[in-house]
């Protein structure tokens, strides 16, 4: 639920910082999970084959991010289509707003 930084806790994995956080919401993509290491490397649940566990059992170390995307957005082009032009509309009413103070 929340972006946050949390201070390291050795040997903990990354199921207990998710959980610190207050975990995913009902908009987090659980299955995109990925662990960014501090030293660059990406950490993922995918391709591992069958003895290599889930990304949320992988043990955090300091300056480590663990990143939950959020679900993309389904449904038919009409509705993506519509959300663009929403977002275009609130961005052009700001816009428009600053301008004329």
């Keep these: 639920y929340n972006s946050n930084a949390i201070i390291y806790t050795p040997r903990k994995n990354a199921a207990w910082y998710l ?3 207050g975990g995913p919401t ?3 993509d659980k299955s995109a999970i990925f662990i960014v290491r501090a030293n660059g490397s990406v950490v993922t649940g995918k ?3 069958w003895w290599g566990g889930n990304v949320l059992s ?3 170390e ?3 991010t663990i990143v939950v995307p959020e679900k993309p957005i389904g449904g038919s082009t009409v509705w993506k289509n519509l959300l663009s032009v929403a977002q275009v509309a609130s961005s052009a009413a700001v816009t428009a707003a600053v ?3």
Excluded: S
């Design 26 to 28: 009902d908009q987090a």
């Design 99 to 101: 301008l004329v103070r």
């Design 47 to 49: 391709g591992e084959g």
């Design 19 to 21: 959980k610190q956080a």
């Design 58 to 60: 992988a043990r955090v």
């Design 62 to 64: 300091p300056g480590d």
